[in-house]
């Protein structure tokens, strides 16, 4: 960024020996999230922005999810965000990419949420008074996740019933494996089993990798 | 019964599904077995998939929010949790981390880019792509086709009314000298460049095409970093539109 915005400041006399200290800039493509998180861990404003912008909505969907209400799966996002920006420099690329790294977190502080019972009554009274509309207009964004929903989907749909209804109801419902065993009537093993093989199936569907 | 075999919590430790007292051990029991570490890292980017997938938009109001709030918390510093250099050493080029150089001038990209971000967001050129694009997501005749990429990461054609629209996810990320270059190739051998897609990016890429029609494929390329007229190497992908 500065080294644009020093670029347009022309002044008399200083045109020549600015543009003989300007960097080439071949269009390399969009910065990677990986390379915008490392530019975060030094403290880079605008790259948080930047990063902002691109993984927002991913953490705000899976956090309401787990959670439904909006107005607490706005307080998490919001504290998720803010925990990028403050941990980035613990940053591992070598332990997955940084969309895992943000989302994976998001997902936690969503269950940790769940898991506390305060949340759970907060949740349900919120639920009951909450006015969900939004009035403004993200056809892109939307667009963006429906693409992708469309492929998980796809891979979702070539698991079995027992793999699938496992995952969603941990994942998305935020449910233990055991609560997950108790709502389908299954012993414990056999959950485990599936949340497993499950997951492995979908990885290789969706070709993913760490 | 949930302590025979510890191997079987990959997935319920992925799926954020196991109470924090087994949360706990498990943890403890990744410390000394790297095949179980392996296996969580896979299916914890598998997870991060179905998150990925459920996107909404955030609140509008919450980016002010944050961004004024990280004004105010201090970042912490490095620990010892990043891998040593050795390591790093051994990984493939294009995934050593970046010189100074590099760095110099990825500071300078991501200024146009967050310059082009923000100048796009207001142009009707840009509303225009999005109407375009979901156009075909939604059309009711829409042809999806997905395969994975040869050289990793997998993508997604969605088809309708004579045009496309493509999806990478998880591309390999190139060196600094190639690009992807997205192509429609015709059954007679031809192929006309849509896009020059830069290097990658593990998160996804996206572009809308015009005049696709039966029997073109939707090809994408390695090529040096300007892009080529035709392409130079075989496909790393390659998506046949059907009739």
Redesign the interface.
Known sequence: MSVSARAGETMPGMVSLRRGFRPTVVDDGPPTLDDLLTLVARGDGPAFEVLYDEVANAVFGVVRRVLRDPAQSEEVTQEVLVEVWRTATRFDPERGSATTWILTMAHRRAIDRVRSSQASQDRDLRVATRDHVRDYDQVAEQVEARLEQEQVRRCLEQLTDLQRESITLAYYGGHTYREVAELLDLPLGTVKTRLRDGLIRLRDCLGVEP | ??D?DPH?????Y???????DERRAFAEHLQGCPSCR?EV????????????????????Q??S???A???T???????G???SER?RRT?PWF?Q??GVAA?????????????A?SAQRHASD??Q???R??AV??DPHRQ?L?Q??RT???T?V?AAGGNA?F?A??LT?LP?NR??QLWVMDAAGGARSVA?????????L?RFIANVHPGDAIGLTVEP??GSDRPTTSPVVQVPISA
């Open positions: 019964m949930s025979t079987s919590l990959t997935g319920a992925a799926a954020d599904a196991l109470p924090d392996q890292l896979e299916l914890t980017a598998t997870t991060a998939r179905l998150a990925a997938a459920a996107a909404e938009p955030a609140p509008p919450l980016r929010r944050v961004l709030e990280i004004h918390v201090r970042q912490l510093s490095p620990s949790a990043r891998s390591d990984q995934r981390p970046m760095s110099f001038l990825l500071v300078a990209c991501l200024g146009l880019a967050a310059f971000l840009a509303e792509a999005a109407a694009i979901a997501a939604t999806v997905s994975q990429v990793g990461g997998s997604i969605v629209v999806r996810d998880g990320v600094a690009s992807y020059v897609l830069g290097r990658g990016t593990r998160s996804h996206e970093s300007g």
